[in-house]
Structure formats: C-alpha cells, structure tokens
C-alpha cells in the first residue's frame, strides 16, 4: 500500500476506503472504549485525527502512546463537514514504529522560544516551526520560479574568496592550518604560501562583483546562496550565516530595478499565500494578527517612489519628537522608516541616497552629491532590499575606489566588466531571513533559519 | 519600447516589424554597402544575425564594431526559413552603448579551456560557457521543481559548523583571529573561547547529519548548498568548494531510496533536455558527440539493481586484465565502473557494500557483513550519487560509532533523532558538478562551476 501524505488528504478532502499513514504522534486522548491521536507528518501543519477503537486487537497498546512516537495507521478516511477538521481517520490497524523516550523534549504544550532554540534539532516538530520553515521552502521556491520564468541565470558565486574587497575585518578566514602551529615566513609573519590556496582566504559576505560578471554575459541573472559576516552583535535582525539572493540586470537602470524588486516581491508574497496557505493562517492566527491582511494589502497597492531627499522633507514636517534628528547627509533610522510608512499606508521605495554614506560601485547622479541606490522599506519590517545602479564608467569608479580606499589590483578582474562591452546595469541584494521575518511575522532571526549562527553560539 | 530577449525571438519564431534588442557584438563581417553583425544577450546560445546596410547614417561606425562591445539595436526581425538560423533583424538603428577595447581577451576564435579559466570573469562571453552555465541553472531548477513538486521541504542546512563529526582533517577552519596574533590560554594553545563562536569552528563537508534531524519532523527534506573539503588533490573531479544536493526520507528504505533516486535523475535529464535544448545541441555537438543520445536513453532505461557481490562476480568471470583485481571487501575502481556500465549497457545501480569500507550511519545488514549502502553509476561519468539506509537503531549506532571513532558528545543531538521517534530514513547526496558534467560532457569540474576553487587555485 502506497504512503498517503497528510497534506494530500487535505488538499483532496476525498473518502478513502483504505489509507495508510506514517507520522508522529502529537498528542493521544484515550478513553474507555476509543480514543484519538492527533498525527502529523511534517507535510502541512494541519494534524490527522485518528479514531481508534477496543475492536483493535492491540487497543490498550495504543491507548498508551506518547507524543513523539512515529506510528504507522492503515484506516478508512472520512469526511466531516460539521466538525473542526474536515476530515479524520478511523484506524484499522495503529502500530508503533520507532519509540519516544519519556524525557521527550516536545511535550503537547507551550514551549518559548528560547527553549525550541535550545532544541534546535527537535523544533521542526512543533506547530510554529513546522509553518515557519515550510514558508521557507516554500518562499525559497517561488525567488528561483520568479527569477528562471524570467529568463535570469542562476549563478552559484565562490564562497571562499581572495579578494579582500569588502573589508577583510568584516569576513570570516578560512584555512588549513593546524592553528596551535602555523607556518611562518623567516620574518615571524603568517606564511601564507603553504596554505592551501597560497593565500590569505575569506568566506564571502556578497557574490554581488562576481555576479556583475555573469551579467556582463548572461544579460539577467541571480544569486541564492549563504553569507557570512563576522559582525558581534546580538540584535533580533542580525546572523552571522545568513542566505541572500543578489540579482543583476544588464542594461537596466535605477527605475528598471525598482519595477523588477515590486514585481518579484508581489510574485513570491502570491506564490506563497497559494502554496502554504495553512501555515500563513496559523502564523496570522499565533504569530501576527493580521499578517494575511498585510500580505494581501501589498499585492494590491502600488509601491510609492521618493527621494531621500523628499523623506527628510516628510520627517522634518512631522509634528513628532525624533530620537535620532532626520538630516539630509544621514541615514533613515529606525523610527523614520516607520513614519514613512505610515505615511504613505504601504511599501515605500527611498532612491537617490547621500553618496558619502553608500558604497562605492553605486552610480553617481548628475547632482554630484547623491548615488542611484535604493531601499526597499515594507510595513512591519522597514528594510527589506538595498539596491543600486552600478557605476559603470571606469574613470569614475576608479576615482570612487581611490576615495573609499579599495585596493584595485585585487577586483582587476571585476572592472575588466567597465573595459569591455560595459553597459548601464543594476542590482539589489535581499536577505532571506527578513524576507521570511516578513512573510511569517516572527520577530527574531534566530527563527527563521535552521540552525541559527551567532556569536557564542555555533551548537548543533 | 520593450527589450525582447533572443531566446524569446528564437522560441516565438515570428515577424515584428519593429523589435528592440540589446546584447554583445560576437562577430561583425562589413562589406562595402551592408554588414552583418552576431550580437548574443546570453538568453541562449543563440545568437542573433543582425543586417545592417548603408543607408543607416552611421553605416561607417558599425562597419568598425568589435567583438564584446555593447550595443543596442532597433530593426524588423524576418523569417529566414531557407537559411542557416530560422530568423534574422534588418537593422533600422544600431547604436553602441559601450566600448570594448582592442585587448579583450575573448576574440571570435577557438580558445583553450585552461586560457578561459584564467579569464574565469569573462568566459561566461564564450559559446562553451554559455551552454555549460545555462544548463548548470536549468539544472538546478529542475532538482528544485523535483523535490518541490513532491512535498520535499528545501534544508538550509548550516555552512558553518563545531560539529567535528567527519574528522576536522577534511574541514576547513573557520576564525575571526588575526592570524598573526591569535590569543592563547595560559598553555600556550589557541584560546578559542575568544573566537566570535567561543569554540574551534569549520566549514561543513556535509549536510546530511542536520537534515536528518529535519526528516525526522517533515518526512521527506532536501538540501542544495555549497560544501568544502580541504583535499589537496589536482585531478579532474575534485575541487575544494563544490554544491550538493542531500535528500533525507523518513519510512524510506533502501529499495525505495533507489526508486527515487531513479526517478529523480530522469525527471531532471528530461526538464534540461525540454527547457535548454539549443545548449544540449550545442554540447551535443562540440562537448561530447552522442551526449544527447546518451541523455534520452537514460529516460527510456531501467535502471539495473545488484549487489555490490554480484558486481565482484561479474568482474571476476570477465575476460579482462584488471589494473586492480576486483575484491569482495573493497572498493569498485573507475576500470570495473565502466565494464559493469558497458556490461549492462545503462544505469547501474550497486548495494549492498562491505561495511568496513562504509560510513558509520550506514545500516548493518543482517548478514553481519554489508550495509544497506548504494551507489549509482551511469554511463560516461561512473559513480553519480551515493546514499544508504540510516542505521535508526541506537545501540547498533552507538557501537558503530566507537568502531568509527566518532565522538558522540559532539553529535549528541543528532542520537536524538533515534531516541524519539525513530524510523526506517535513507538519503543520498548528488555532487552537483558531477552532475553536470554528465549532462554537458564537460570533463574537467573547473569548467562547470563559475569560479572553481582548487589548491593553489583561488582568483577572483
């Protein structure tokens, strides 16, 4: 007999005479004569209910079962329109497959967060996470499905780089080094050369440069892969193993790019209310109230596009006493960001930022005072996507590495994109995470990926 | 007016009287009143043949365009069914949007493989690249359209990791330490209680450990991420920083992990044949002669399924001087590879390996001597995937471990997974390069990922 998934039961709502199910055991009401198990299979968070019965052979076995056990149920599917779950399942046979030790960590009751942390490898079992990293799957696909029905090319840039370009003191080091004894050089430096590589290595914080190249080729393409940063701060927000898609557009400018960031954020925020709307209505029921209102809000609503410049102007006209004073030369802060939105009641694109507080590979505008980037701020969670047009004439950007200080023997190799046949390009990078902070309401980071990295805390 | 990409063009087949593209001049051939310029957008390996004429104002300029500029073009897009390619643009504007100077490396002639992959940057630009990059993404789509169709939960399972389970000698070392002044405890040894995680940290070989714990809470999981090993090996098949794909299925044994695996590799062959056909041709053509024919015949096989005993047996009735002589208690060398897959003419399937020669999570047999371990082989490449049962039964594991000298303190953890709820769970893992190399015929993996990492190896 072939295996029913619990989510195909659902998504059917058919009888069936003869079913067989494998799960665990969430919890088990026994009674004198009956009982019910509630089963689930990790294919939807929705639960099986099986009705089991002293006609089974073996009921006072089943009347003992503890929640965690993996059970196999062969049983007959019923509707039932006028109860709590449409459907259930009366057992004709229930069998324990594997046991579930008394000290079971995942009882059938409220467990906080920090908890679940610490039981990492066990939270998938529970309501919250069971949602949360199927919207993760399933959001993962919808960003590959946007981007491939569009033509772009996935590209899987290095993780391990040489080229010191972002700021060495921001990235991890990798090597082979036995660190208790590390190969010197006769001057009592680190001798690199007897490295695997031959030098000094990182794990990368963007494939954004060697995703340019690829779109020097490829014209669209993107990126979806881990990040690392070796910041030490234990915020809500940050990680340092992170998972990001960077896109890159040939022969699109600053307005391209923000047509591109609204219609994949709509494609993905539709794909996933289609495909995992129970999860999104248990996150909207335990979660955030009002979470599936907000989604849909956004798939309705045009995404406003201001200036930097017109933001300070907005928040300097606010009748409102500000932590931090909005400055014209300054980025937007926190509560700015909040102000914005709910001023304008919806997602708000902010271009056209100071040059001196954004990186170097951003167009500079004709004004000469700002660079063509942009942020994407959506409610409840600001910034979701930071992006830009690439500045894409060699003269300037080597002026503009010499004022930020980049070394440009070592990305030689990324403005050879400027030399030959460069074009007006942009890109954007979006972190998964917030992506999934966004569409589940959870609050922290640390609950939206499996195994969370953050500083002091590499377990599991 | 809207950009219509060439693949659109060669897809749609169709007249327009005015279409506008942009892309990279390949080739340009002018004569004395008209021109014919090769522009590509890198939608496809197919490149467009645009006419141009001296009634343009600029006839001149575009008579002098060079390989790898960019460009922008305006024209009628004809129907050429007599010709070479089915359609081509008469030009009513061509205009130059950037510069390629004269040293651009990639010319309108044959380079040399190990020339490209020192112009890893640009390579992208070349015939050969396009098509083994554009399968490369349509490839991962399919794997992803795969699982995802099926009710598999996307892993990401993490990069970083202190699990030192698969011996730290194969693992790269993950610090924030300046290495020339890394702090030490009172003996003299690295203090790692000052390092970001507090502990001796690596990058992961495997994700397998992790998405077990998850399959154990959502049935049927997989992962496709980036992995490392530190080999110092220059061969044609390894690399330092490859991708991999790591299914985990809960109630899954042996035989089913066969008919998956099985499966999956059809679905993909035919997703890659059906949305990259002009890359398979070109391959087909120029990489490996009969690729494609290779390619249908997988669709239409069955996949043959022995013992790893049977194949020894088969290996030894052969009429056949063996390099190294076929041992029931080792290995299959590349040489038996290719007679069993000769000798079956298709997919192989081996089970049933000497355990000694297995990993520890592997499954005992009953015979004492063998786990439920499989490799599958397929013609023109060996060994393809690799995966076994899990062992689920905790003091077989336990014992199993300590013959393996594997520490459970550090993976205490993942012995959870047997504690509650054990089950029946199998997995594989899919080196993606492996994959395809298989499905361009490209022999070297340096020319299947964008920026390969191998020892001494690490520009860009």
């Given amino acids: 007999?072939?295996?029913?998934?619990?989510?195909?039961?659902?998504?059917?709502?058919?009888?069936?005479?003869?079913?067989?199910?494998?799960?665990?055991?969430?919890?088990?009401?026994?009674?004198?004569?009956?009982?019910?198990?509630?089963?689930?299979?990790?294919?939807?968070?929705?639960?099986?209910?099986?009705?089991?019965?002293?006609?089974?052979?073996?009921?006072?076995?089943?009347?003992?079962?503890?929640?965690?056990?993996?059970?196999?149920?062969?049983?007959k599917i019923i509707l039932t329109p006028n109860a709590k779950q449409p459907l259930e399942m009366h057992a004709t046979e229930v069998e324990m497959l594997g046991d579930s030790a008394l000290d079971y960590p995942i009882q059938p009751k409220r467990h906080s967060l920090?908890?679940?942390?610490?039981?990492?490898?066990?939270?998938?079992?529970?309501?919250?996470?069971?949602?949360?990293?199927r919207i993760r799957s399933v959001a993962a696909m919808a960003i590959h499905t946007y981007f491939q029905q569009n033509g772009y090319l996935y590209v899987h840039t290095p993780l391990i780089t040489c080229a010191d370009c972002e700021g060495s003191n921001q990235m991890?080091?990798?090597?082979?080094?036995?660190?208790?004894?590390?190969?010197?050089?006769?001057?009592?430096?680190?001798?690199?050369?007897?490295?695997?590589?031959?030098k000094n290595a990182f794990i990368t914080g963007s494939g954004q440069l060697h995703g340019e190249t690829f779109a020097m080729a490829f014209s669209d393409i993107y990126t979806f892969g881990p990040t690392f940063r070796t910041e030490n701060s234990n915020t809500k927000i940050h990680a340092n193993e992170f998972w990001m898609i960077?896109?890159?557009?040939?022969?699109?400018?600053?307005?391209?790019?923000?047509?591109?960031?609204?219609?994949?954020?709509?494609?993905?925020v539709k794909y996933v209310l289609d495909n995992a709307n129970a999860e999104i209505d248990f996150c909207d029921q335990f979660i955030e109230h009002g979470l599936k209102e907000k989604l849909n809000k956004v798939l309705n609503s045009n995404f406003v596009r201001i200036t930097h410049k017109e933001a300070i102007d907005i928040l300097l006209a606010a009748k409102q006493k500000w932590e931090f004073k909005p400055s014209y030369l300054d980025d937007i802060a926190k509560e700015h960001?909040?102000?914005?939105?709910?001023?304008?009641?919806?997602?708000?694109?902010?271009?056209?930022?100071?040059?001196?507080?954004?990186?170097?590979?951003?167009?500079?505008?004709d004004d000469g005072k700002t660079v063509a980037a942009v942020d994407l701020l959506v409610p409840g969670s600001g910034e979701l996507m930071g992006g830009s047009q690439r500045?894409?004439?060699?003269?300037?950007?080597?002026?503009?590495?010499?004022?930020?200080?980049?070394?440009?023997?070592?990305?030689?190799?990324?403005?050879?994109?400027?030399?030959?046949?460069?074009?007006?390009?942009?890109?954007?990078?979006?972190?998964?995470?917030?992506?999934?902070?966004?569409?589940?309401?959870?609050?922290?980071?640390?609950?939206?990926?499996?195994f969370p990295r953050t500083p002091k805390n590499c377990d599991f």
């Fill in 391 to 450: 500045e894409e004439n060699l003269d300037v950007l080597l002026k503009k590495m010499e004022i930020h200080h980049i070394d440009k023997d070592t990305v030689d190799w990324y403005l050879d994109t400027r030399r030959y046949g460069g074009c007006i390009h942009s890109g954007f990078g979006l972190g998964f995470e917030r992506l999934i902070m966004y569409l589940t309401g959870v609050d922290n980071i640390r609950d939206t990926i499996p």
């Fill in 1 to 75: 007999m072939k295996r029913e998934k619990i989510k195909i039961l659902f998504d059917k709502k058919e009888t069936i005479d003869e079913a067989l199910v494998l799960g665990w055991v969430r919890t088990n009401r026994a009674q004198a004569q009956f009982g019910f198990l509630t089963v689930n299979d990790g294919s939807t968070i929705l639960n099986l209910q099986v009705v089991y019965d002293e006609k089974l052979k073996n009921f006072e076995e089943i009347s003992k079962f503890r929640a965690g056990m993996s059970i196999r149920v062969v049983g």
């Fill in 172 to 198: 991890f080091k990798v090597t082979t080094f036995d660190l208790n004894n590390i190969p010197k050089t006769e001057d009592g430096l680190v001798d690199y050369s007897k490295d695997l590589f031959g």
């Fill in 246 to 268: 960077e896109p890159e557009m040939a022969f699109c400018d600053l307005e391209g790019l923000m047509d591109i960031e609204e219609e994949m954020l709509k494609f993905v």
């Fill in 114 to 133: 920090e908890f679940l942390r610490e039981n990492a490898h066990l939270r998938g079992r529970t309501n919250t996470f069971n949602a949360v990293f």
């Fill in 337 to 365: 960001e909040k102000y914005l939105l709910d001023h304008f009641n919806g997602p708000v694109f902010v271009k056209d930022w100071p040059k001196d507080i954004k990186a170097w590979y951003m167009k500079d505008n």
